[in-house]
C-alpha cells in the first residue's frame, strides 16, 4: 500500500511537470539580481545640472533587462528612489540584416531606416501628435555620436497598445522600429510629468 501511494504521488509530480507546472519554484531560474544604478543615478544629476535640465528626475531605459521585465524607470533625484517602473520595446534591427536574436538581445545602430535601438542620452523635446496608442508622441534628440540621428529616423517616446502595463516574462515585449515604446496607462503618467516641466527631461538608454 505504502510503495502504492509513493508511485501515484510521483506520478501526479511528473504529470503536473509535464503539463507545464512546477510544485517547488527554483528561484535560480526566475530571480532576476536588481542592478546597481547609483553611479548612472549620479551622472544623469551631474549631467542635468549641467547643461540645465530638469533635476527632479530622468527617465532611465536599460535594454539589457528582459523586454517581459519592467526597464523604464522614472528615477527621482530629490528621494534618490525609482518612483516608477514598466515595459518598453527595443527595435527590431532586422532591416540590413538577419537579426535571429532580435527578441533576446537588443542591436544597436544610429543608421537611418535600420529599425535598431540607440544607446545614449536623449533630451525630450517637442510633445506632438502620433498614430499611435494614446496619439502623443515626444521628439527624442540625440546627444551623442551613437544616437544623432534620432530625430531624422524619428525615433520618438510613445505608446503602443500591444505593451502590456505589467510585466510579462518570461514572454517578450513587441519589437518597435528603433522607438521606445510603452503602455498606453503609462504613457499619460509620462505625459502628465512632461507637460508639468518647463526644463528639458533627460531620457537615458544604456545597456
Known amino acids: 500500500m505504502k510503495h502504492f501511494l509513493l508511485s501515484t504521488f510521483f506520478l501526479f509530480i511528473n504529470c503536473q511537470n509535464n503539463d507545464g507546472f512546477k510544485l517547488f519554484s527554483d528561484t535560480s531560474e ?3 539580481k536588481a542592478k546597481n544604478y547609483i553611479a548612472t543615478h549620479q551622472e544623469a544629476l551631474n549631467f542635468c545640472e549641467k547643461e540645465g535640465f530638469n533635476s527632479d528626475y530622468y527617465f532611465l531605459v536599460d535594454l539589457s533587462v528582459h523586454s517581459g521585465k519592467n526597464r ?9 528612489k525609482i518612483t516608477d517602473k514598466k515595459l518598453v ?17 537588443v542591436k ?4 537611418n531606416d535600420s529599425h535598431c535601438s540607440s544607446k545614449g542620452k536623449y ?14 508622441k515626444y521628439w527624442m ?4 555620436p551613437s544616437n544623432k540621428s534620432a530625430v531624422d529616423r524619428v525615433v520618438v517616446l510613445h505608446s503602443w497598445t500591444a505593451v502590456k502595463d505589467k510585466e ?30 518647463e526644463k528639458p527631461v533627460l531620457l537615458w538608454i544604456i545597456e
Open 72 to 80: 523604464f524607470f522614472i528615477y527621482d533625484f530629490n528621494s534618490k
Open 30 to 32: 526566475v530571480e532576476v
Open 168 to 197: 510579462i516574462y518570461p514572454k517578450y515585449s513587441p519589437l518597435s522600429w528603433g522607438c521606445p515604446a510603452v503602455s498606453d496607462e503609462f504613457m499619460k503618467v509620462l505625459d502628465e510629468k512632461l507637460q508639468a516641466t
Open 141 to 144: 534628440h540625440g546627444l551623442e
Open 123 to 136: 533630451k525630450i523635446g517637442k510633445r506632438d501628435y502620433s498614430s499611435w496608442g494614446i496619439n502623443v
Open 108 to 111: 544597436f545602430s544610429n543608421k
Open 89 to 105: 520595446t527595443h527595435g527590431s534591427c532586422d532591416k540590413f540584416e538577419d537579426n535571429d536574436t532580435k527578441w533576446e538581445k
